[in-house]
Nanobody
Framework: QVQLVESGGGLVQPGGSLKLSCRSSENIFFLNTVGWYRKAPGKERELVADINVGGKIQYTDSAKGRFTISRDGAKKEVYLQMNSLNPEDTAVYYC?????????WGQGTQVTVSS
């Protein structure tokens, strides 16, 4: 099982920025995909952004142009830079890793966008 530990969540005003980090216990280049999901109250968990072993990136439509996913193989970390945050981005953000048929999740980090 891949251990994933998120950090970087918090309270931010609308229009502000946050950078989430996810540290993996495994070499992230051994993972099929690694990325970020989020779950807002009353909503289904949704993919925010992920990156596969070949470097292909996908974003949910609401994240395009505002969020950037990146990775640092040496540190075994994945990041999510979030800009122009709005209240609809409020959610628990989870780091996710997939290898073969296995899916592993971090414990989640709360992001709250409010004035």
């Amino acid at each position: 099982q891949v251990q994933l530990v998120e950090s970087g969540g918090g309270l931010v005003q609308p229009g502000g920025s946050l950078k989430l980090s996810c540290r993996s216990s495994e070499n992230i280049f051994f993972l099929n995909t690694v990325g970020w999901y989020r779950k807002a109250p009353g909503k289904e968990r949704e993919l925010v952004a992920d990156i596969n072993v070949g470097g292909k990136i996908q974003y949910t439509d609401s994240a395009k142009g505002r969020f950037t996913i990146s990775r640092d193989g040496a540190k075994k970390e994945v990041y999510l830079q979030m800009n122009s945050l709005n209240p609809e981005d409020t959610a628990v953000y989870y780091c996710h890793a997939n290898i073969l048929s296995r899916h592993d999740w971090g414990q989640g980090t709360q992001v709250t966008v409010s004035s």
